[in-house]
């Protein structure tokens, strides 16, 4: 079974620039969620989707970030205009939406660095 | 507000010895909680919940809800556990996850 897809694994751009990233789920996971891992802490959820709907974005920074997920398969992130503060890895998961609770399948992660 | 709160960023241990990764939680009703463990140069993946009542690998963890604690321990520790170790709860909405900041656990020889 494929994992979690994630593209680019690592992106370097300078502040006020802009970036986006891409997410495919496993095959068949109807909830997609996107988190921040800043350094040294742990992830933290910025928005989490079910098929093409959003269930939370509570703590997505809506001025700068944006996420959609149009056919309720592939995600992507983006960023405009990037500031320090963001530089993290960005972690996609997926899960079945009626499936074991808990247990989200991670991406290997897009390590943003912004200068 | 939920909140877990892992207190060790790191903890070093010899092989053999008792292994205990710390985790509380705050959250009013009835918690869900995971560990989750990310081995050196792979993913992010889920080692045990609280509801299974299960061993993997030799670890446990018993919710105990008097404390608000759900600690990870292992009698004997091997090297292959070095790792990073995440304690999670389940949120109001969704299956979505609140994670600590992680306990880094070194397994030395």
């Known amino acids: 079974e494929a994992g979690v897809a994630q593209s680019p694994r690592y992106k370097i751009i300078e502040k006020r620039q802009s970036v986006a990233f891409w997410c495919n789920p496993i095959?068949?996971?109807?909830?997609l969620y996107w988190y921040q891992q800043i350094l040294g802490q742990g992830p933290k959820l910025l928005i989490q989707?079910?098929?093409?709907?959003?269930?939370?974005d509570s703590q997505l920074p809506k001025d700068r970030f944006s996420a959609e997920r149009l056919k309720g398969v592939d995600s992507t992130l983006k960023i405009q205009p990037a500031k320090l503060e963001d530089s993290a890895v960005y972690l996609c998961a997926s899960s079945l939406a009626q499936g074991r609770a808990g247990e989200l399948f991670f991406g290997e992660g897009s390590r943003l660095t912004v200068l | 507000a939920q909140r877990v709160t892992q207190p060790e960023k790191l903890l070093s241990v010899f092989k053999g010895a008792p292994v205990e990764l710390k985790c509380n939680y705050s959250y009013s009703g009835s918690p869900e909680l995971f560990w989750y463990v990310q081995y050196s140069r792979q993913r992010l993946q889920l080692l045990l919940r609280?509801?299974s009542r299960e061993s993997i690998k030799g670890f446990t963890a018993d919710l105990n809800k008097g404390e608000t604690s759900f600690h990870l321990k292992k009698p004997f520790a091997q090297e292959e556990d070095s790792a990073m170790y995440y304690c999670a709860l389940k949120g109001n909405s969704g299956y979505a996850l609140n994670f600590g900041k992680g306990t880094s656990l070194l397994v030395t020889p």
């Open positions: 095959s068949g996971h109807a909830t």
């Open positions: 609280h509801i």
């Open positions: 989707f079910q098929n093409n709907g959003v269930v939370d």
